[in-house]
């Protein structure tokens, strides 16, 4: 099974402030790799496809690159509507599967 | 606009069934994967099955091959997860969610969940 590292598991930051989540995969799985949003008592969220690809209606101020085995999400500009716990999925082989998440929080 | 209404939820004792049910709408269901996805009180997701659009290839993730069934009826738009020999580890919100790729597993929506419990 692959397993997908994801770092920090939280993390505090300011409004405007600038975010990043990297989430390491323990194979190469090339481009496929999501990264989902979930608020509390709610569903994820597709933000991410594909590594890089912003889902749409998702704001600009998301972000994702990486390949291979290292990957990174970014949030340019921390939104108090942010506050959230992200995951990485893999889905270059089954069994699917996620990083550990991170929970943001406003400082 | 797309739907995925999850039922079938509730408290089981260990090594007995439940069966989920997804009643999709506002989409093509026949043409779509769809996958089961659970996340245990406080924890990270898991995803556990997923069937492709016609039923011809189901994927199960280890800690449920054997006790699980995935399946579907196009003509009622439903998603199954047949859950048998039940755990306490089982217990979670169990979520489906719609595969924009065919099954391979790019999920672009969610339903929002029932809650599994399973307890003595």
């Known amino acids: 099974d692959i397993q997908m590292t994801q770092s920090p598991s939280s993390l505090s930051a300011s409004v405007g402030d600038r975010v990043a989540i990297t989430c390491q995969a323990s194979?190469?799985?090339?481009?496929?790799l999501n990264w989902y949003q979930q608020k509390p008592g709610k569903a994820p969220k597709l933000l991410i496809y594909?590594?890089?690809n912003l889902e749409t209606g998702v704001p600009l101020r998301f972000s994702g690159s990486g390949s291979g085995t290292d990957f990174t999400f970014t949030i340019s500009s921390l939104q108090p509507e942010d506050i959230a716990t992200y995951y990485c999925?893999?889905?270059?082989?089954?069994?699917?599967?996620f990083g550990g998440g991170t929970k943001v929080e406003i400082k | 606009q797309v739907q995925l209404v999850e039922s079938g939820g509730g408290v089981a004792q260990p090594g007995r069934s439940l069966r989920l049910s997804c009643a999709a709408s506002?989409?093509?269901?026949?043409?779509?994967?769809m996958h089961w996805v659970r996340q245990a009180p406080g924890k990270g997701l898991e995803w556990v099955a997923v069937?492709?659009?016609?039923?011809?290839?189901?994927y199960y993730a280890d800690s449920v091959k054997g006790r699980f069934t995935i399946s579907r009826d196009n003509s009622k738009n439903t998603l199954y997860l047949q859950m048998n020999s039940l755990r306490g580890e089982d217990t979670a919100i169990y979520y489906c969610?719609?595969?924009?790729?065919?099954?391979?597993?790019?999920?672009?929506?969610w339903g929002q969940g029932t809650l599994v419990t399973v307890s003595s």
């Open positions: 969610a719609r595969d924009i790729r065919g099954g391979t597993g790019l999920f672009d929506h």
């Open positions: 506002g989409f093509s269901f026949s043409s779509y994967g």
């Open positions: 069937i492709w659009y016609d039923g011809s290839n189901k």
């Open positions: 194979q190469d799985i090339s481009k496929y």
């Open positions: 594909d590594a890089s």
């Open positions: 999925q893999q889905y270059d082989n089954f069994p699917l599967t």
